[in-house]
Nanobody, 127 residues
Framework: QVQLVESGGESVQAGGSLRLSCAAN??????MSWFRQAPGKEREGVAA????????YYVNSVKGRFTISRDNAKNTVYLQMNSLKPEDTAMYYC??????????????????????WGQGTQVTVSS
């Protein structure tokens, strides 16, 4: 089982930046992604990384502002978040899964496709 531990969430002002980290005990799965969930809203995917190919994917709402990256030596995936907006306020979760689960469970932005989750880290953006 993959164990994921997020860190880096803080309270910042709009326009600021944060870098979230997700430490994994293994890179045995194919995709590592970041999701977020605001109070009263469904969990949504925001950035995904194909571990093998290094390909990155973003939802439109964060494209150009967020960057997902990895440090293989540290088994860590990062989410660099710039130009933060109040609507980015949410609990951010790191998740990992296989290509087959993405294919059969609604795609890379579907939480159902992910097997392993971290505990979450809170990001609060004030205006």
């Amino acid at each position: 089982q993959v164990q994921l531990v997020e860190s880096g969430g803080e309270s910042v002002q709009a326009g600021g930046s944060l870098r979230l980290s997700c430490a994994a005990n293994t890179y045995s799965l194919n995709y590592m992604s970041w999701f977020r969930q605001a109070p009263g809203k469904e969990r949504e995917g925001v950035a995904a990384l194909n571990i093998g190919r290094g390909a990155t994917y973003y939802v439109n709402s964060v494209k150009g502002r967020f960057t997902i990256s990895r440090d293989n030596a540290k088994n860590t995936v990062y989410l660099q978040m710039n130009s933060l907006k109040p609507e980015d306020t949410a609990m951010y979760y790191c998740a990992a899964t296989t290509t087959s689960r993405i294919t059969t469970n609604g795609g890379m932005w579907s939480p159902r496709a992910y097997v392993d989750w971290g505990q979450g880290t809170q990001v609060t953006v004030s205006s």
